[in-house]
């Protein structure tokens, strides 16, 4: 099965190095987010695996074949963040003249929009729908032709939580069917448990590139664990384990990856003068901020 896989690409616009000796890889059924500032070269690098600009130098290779091939644009589908509807058409006169376009047969339709939530809207115009209910019928005609790769440009904008699910839901059907999914977005923490592997890039470069755990490791982030002391055993929690207090009866430690677990043997040790405790690790968020700072990015 093919992959996606750019290997040392540059891009440059006049003085601005856009994107600087990037390597990026997507295997089949791989969901990976893609993340990083405004200006952090992320549309840039979505438009060379389109065709729509080319690389100034590096390999690119899209399932096998050139970006913006017509092989290319039949296996990959893509979503902007804002997708723009004939506001007079249907969702269901949309879907069938994109699958006309697609050479896809027309009664693909009905079924594609009960796929993403709008059977009951398939007969609405689309100048009636939000723009949660617009993306959705983006999504729909993503997924014309059933694409072995999918890029995705901050595609849950405008979903509410209910709909965010729903997406995500199928993204996941889609990977297990063995499509590679790319995603930007600045949602960090709907990405962070619905994805394989986070590449972040900031200034062009590609900072971070690895799965959650891995990024955790290499970030080397402390983690937390929060502690609920018995009823007036705070004190003595906190300072058997030279921690500090917050909340009256809870008690933070704060601890490196390599002390995590003989903490966690300590914390266990007190028995009965503890309720509860939560482990924390740290957030997409925290190692986002890291990898982004990191020597001056």
Request: proline share 5%; with cysteine.
């Amino acid at each position: 099965m093919y992959k996606l896989t750019l290997s040392n690409v540059t891009k440059t616009f006049s003085d601005l190095t856009a994107l600087d000796a990037v390597d990026l890889t997507v295997e089949p059924g791989q969901r990976v987010a893609l993340l990083g500032h405004n200006g952090a070269g992320k549309s840039t690098l979505m438009k060379i695996i389109l065709g729509l600009i080319s690389a100034d130098s590096g390999m690119v290779d899209v399932l096998g074949f050139e970006p913006g091939s017509g092989s290319a644009r039949a296996r990959v589908a893509y979503l902007p963040e804002n997708a723009a509807f004939h506001p007079a058409l249907t969702g269901l006169e949309q879907l069938r003249l994109f699958l006309r376009l697609r050479g896809e047969p027309v009664d693909q339709a009905g079924p594609l929009l009960e796929r993403v939530g709008l059977g009951d809207a398939a007969g609405r115009r689309i100048g009636t729908y939000s723009k949660g209910m617009r993306q959705r019928v983006g999504l729909a005609q993503a997924l014309i032709g059933h694409p072995k790769l999918l890029v995705l440009d901050e595609p849950t904008s405008g979903l509410d939580p209910v709909s965010r699910r729903d997406f995500y839901a199928t993204l996941d059907r889609l990977a297990g069917e063995g499509a590679g999914i790319l995603l930007s977005s600045h949602a960090l923490t709907e990405v962070e448990a619905r994805t394989d592997k986070i590449v972040i890039l900031s200034k062009g470069k590609v900072v971070a590139d690895d799965t959650l755990s891995g990024l955790r490791r290499a970030s080397a982030l402390p983690t937390h664990i929060q502690i609920a002391a018995r009823p007036g055993a705070a004190d003595e929690v906190a300072q058997r384990l030279k921690a500090g207090r917050h909340n009256g009866v809870m008690v933070d430690l704060v601890c490196t990856p390599e002390t995590k677990l003989s903490r966690l043997g300590e914390v266990a040790a007190l028995g009965a003068l503890i309720d509860d405790f939560d482990v924390i690790p740290p957030s997409l968020d925290d190692i986002y901020n890291y990898f982004s700072r990191r020597d001056g990015q």
